[in-house]
């Protein structure tokens, strides 16, 4: 298959895909995942949170018999939701940052708190976690995991990483630029 087949392909399957971005297929991603299955490197059986409906709609774009969802990549269940026991956090911000729909919110040294429209339910955030403080729990009946939605968020939250990993690159280069011009003046 050509690039550019292979590519649109991939679009096509990743538009299948609930873009949580959870990595539980094995991926660092739901773009990733889907490139893998066009490339024919993974089966379609890889994603807990889309389930059956995912497998469904994957076998019917690929001419595929749908499988069962893999156990080794987890299992399908209710939606659920990050919650922050208020009490214990401690406001460190470590969970901020892996959030790949941006549904944190607070500032260091200040509690943190999670939109719970906007959580998908990934679970990115609980390892960083230095004192356990979040939750899973179950998402309330009105909840809905909009894969359009999510997938906008998560290219704003590139975007804003790249630009700031791109304002430390600089402000790095411009304190070294000013220790050696110091030095030279010694
Ligand atoms: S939502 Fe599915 S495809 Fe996307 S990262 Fe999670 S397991 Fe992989
Ligand atoms: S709050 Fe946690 S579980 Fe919810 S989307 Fe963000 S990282 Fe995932
Ligand atoms: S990582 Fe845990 S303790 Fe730190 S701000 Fe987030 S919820 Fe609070």
Redesign the pocket.
């Known amino acids: 298959m050509s690039g550019a087949r292979a590519d649109a392909l991939a679009a096509d399957i990743d538009a299948r895909l609930p873009q ?1 971005q959870c990595t539980r297929c094995g991926y660092a991603g739901c773009a990733p995942y889907a490139a893998a299955i066009a490339a024919g490197e993974a089966g379609i059986d890889r994603c807990p949170p889309g389930g059956a409906a995912t497998i469904a709609a994957l076998a019917q774009l690929l001419g595929r018999t749908p499988l069962p969802l893999n156990p080794a990549c987890g299992t399908e269940g209710p939606p659920r ?2 919650v922050i026991d208020e009490a214990r956090c401690i406001g460190c911000a470590k ?1 901020l940052a ?4 941006d ?2 919110v607070g500032a260091p040294k200040h509690l943190h708190a ?1 939109l719970e429209e ?9 390892p960083p976690c230095p004192v356990d403080c ?1 939750e ?1 729990q179950p998402a309330p009946p009105s909840h809905r995991n909009d894969p359009g939605l999510n997938r906008t968020r998560y290219a704003a939250h590139r975007a804003r990483a790249a630009r700031l990993a791109q304002e430390r690159t600089q402000a790095i280069a411009a304190k070294k630029a000013l220790a050696g011009r110091t030095a030279a003046t010694r």
Not at 118 to 126: N, P, Q, S
């Open positions: 949580t939701v990050a969970c892996p959030c790949p729909v549904a944190i999670v906007r959580c998908t339910g990934c679970e990115l955030c609980l979040i899973m």
